[in-house]
């Protein structure tokens, strides 16, 4: 099966993220699902870590459960259409937020919790959080989680996603000791470059072919593919008989 993975940590990042104290750094990758067989990450040399910490990379797999999670750095005007598309269909999805993204877009930020929608971690200021110590990782997180309530009232944040899911043992620890349940992905495809949109046909085949039971799904808001084909997903995937879930109903880590 092919490997998503979007790049390869430079040498130098990864020595000065070693240097810091902070163990091996990893760029989060899997094996994608292919002709109906589940994910995998069993080779990527990390999977004991996030069983460690308890992070997110699938559902139950028992299960025909999708959990829709979208990564929002900044705002490229789809997704006030992505959020009117799940009202209409009634699906929860989890949005991570920059500091940029709540500071520029506070509407949209109050939209999401009013409507019933996760808001989570993405980081105030989209570092590589490996090579942050631990009090610069809670200076990340605090500020973002402290910003949102302010807007939104919702007092707890609960899931992180790290910026371009760079990760290492000490972002995974010292996030978890601050309440966070780090997020990944099970499905994916190259859909942040806003120069490279293919159209909705594209991003709604790229998302299909890799559906499978316990799905994490991640999608970023920048793409007008993604936008435009949101429903087509959600009604092909409904007729396949999946059930779009909340993180919050995540309860079975299956690796």
Known sequence: MPVLSSRVIPAADEAAAQAAGGGKPYHFGFAKSKNGKLPSIAREGFQSLLEKH????????GKKEL????DNGYENGFTAQI????????VPACFFVTGHYVKDQPELVKRMA?????????????????ALPPERIKSELDKVKEAVAALTGQTG??????P???FNERTLAVSKELGYTNVFWSIAYKDWDTKAQRGKSYAFTQVVNQLHPGAVILLHSVSKDNAD?????????????????????LTVKNY
């Open 157 to 162: 944040m609960a899931y992180l996603r790290t």
């Open 114 to 130: 009013a409507e019933g929608h996760i808001v989570g971690n993405h980081s105030w200021s989209h570092p590589d959080m490996s």
């Open 229 to 249: 084909a949101m429903g087509a997903i959600i009604d092909e995937a409904r007729r396949q008989g999946y059930e779009f879930k909340s993180l919050d109903q």
């Open 83 to 90: 959020l009117d598309v799940l009202k209409e269909k009634q």
């Open 54 to 61: 308890g992070a997110i990379f699938l559902g139950d797999t």
């Open 67 to 70: 959990y829709l999670t979208f």
């Open 164 to 166: 371009r899911g760079i």
